[in-house]
């Protein structure tokens, strides 16, 4: 292939032609798409309490903590589905995340939600779908609500302070919860050949879903430390920042 | 006749590297980096970084110290660009590797196979073209960057290579091994699938050599300018009327004819990543041709006449 893509730099940003018509450093989004925005994070803020509320409901009615997923599994799906749209944010540029980091956080919940916990229905029942489930129930609220107020400059301290200090247990409750719930579903995979194709076929394609979730699980090993510590160093940044402000007050 | 005096500063601490004095007015920014590189040797002149903002483009080889905007005494920041290899070595590099990977499953070495099944060969011909068509591209590939691509670039960052062999070697694996796997299921619909793909595999290597011969020639005479490509006599660059990048066009076109005539998951799954990269790599050309030229003809799309 010819000389291109030496991980080119973008001399202009990206922004080159309307630099010239605007004098302003950094296109945020418009007023409409902030209502939107706005809208969706409530939306999203919502959704999520009402899962939050439906675990509570279900585990007062039921006595115990066992199989409560099956209470909030609709909106679960729903909402957690719903997420995709973030991806879409980012490409149009309303929100100024990656779009490939997004993609891959968004997609690996996703992935969870209907490749593992909808699909085997074995592991419905499993304990560790309510401690990934609460994990991200709780995880949701906070971050949904952190935006909401972002978007309409008015943000609580003590939202700022969930957001950036929560996930220091939620994120290895939800890690332990999405990797049990995997380890459980292996024995249904392998005896089912679930999303598995073998040869010969005339796509000449093999596939085995069992390995394939053996390896999804070895790639938390070097990912999850990686978000950990970059969430704890934007924890210090953003928190102490904070403080400097409250002190110069 | 003036001397300029030239400080070189580290990009990001700003601390002075070095201080050149008596620089000629008309000395060249590669002298420069020469001058530098003698007063550092691990920093030879590809991997340093010279450009007049910290936070700005790096300076070419060809600019001379009196057309830059700087006074007598000039200042110059450095950015160390890391270990570097140069674009040939790379290419020769990624190129080899495929070639070789497969004929590892082609001959079915036993550990691939398993022991049953080693040195057996397959009873479909249609195996035994693929072997040949997979081998002449990357024989090609490896021909013209021998003796016919120029390259603008002397060089790139050393870990591209470890990231760029991965995937070129590791697809090579992966599609050789259903290719030539014992129990590989040949196209189904036979010999007129198979011919009309290897016609199609054909031309698009020809039209692809005859791109990259044509854009070589418009740097015939070792310079390193950008110059408009435009349709010689030979047919198959007619395709510079519709497209800016036919040697991606052609490219893309050899990768589905392929896929075709193995009728192979994985080699489409590489056909659609390698549609997508060079998708990406014939806008940027695109756009870098609108940039520098007015007169650049708009019939031409980047790389799929009037889609794409």
Redesign the interface.
Known sequence: MAASGSGGSRADNGYGSQQQQQPRRRKGPGALATAYLVIYNVVMTAGWLVIAVGLVRAYLAKGSYHNLYYSIEKPLKFFQTGALLEILHCAFGIVPSSVVLTAFQVMSRVFLTWAVTHSVKEVQTEDSVLLFVVAWTITEIIRYSFYTFSLLNHLPYLIKWARYTLFIVLYPMGVSGELLTIYAALPFVRQSGLYSISLPNKYNFSFDYYTFLILVMISYIPIFPQLYFHMLHQRRKVLSHTEEHKKSE | FVSYQVEILDWKTKKQLCFLDKVEANATIREIRLMFHKLYPRWYPARQSIKLDPKG?SLRDEEILQHLPVGTTATLYFKDLGPQIG?TTVFLIEYTGPLFIYFLFYFRMPFVYGLDERFTSSPHPVVNLACICHSFHYIKRLIETLFV?R???GT??LR?IVKNCLYYWGFAAWLAY??N?P???PP?YGKKQINFAVIMFLLCEAGNFSI?VA?SDLRRNGSKTRKIPYPTKNPFTWLFFFVS?P??TY?VGTWISFTIM?????VGLFTLLCFI??T??AK??HCTYLREFKDYPSLRMPIIPFLL
């Open positions: 483009k674009w691509h390259f603008s670039h790139m960052p591209n259903y290719i796997h129990l590989y299921t189904s990259h854009l990048c040697n991606y490219e193995t009728q192979c998951v994985p990269q060079m990406i790599w940027d050309k």
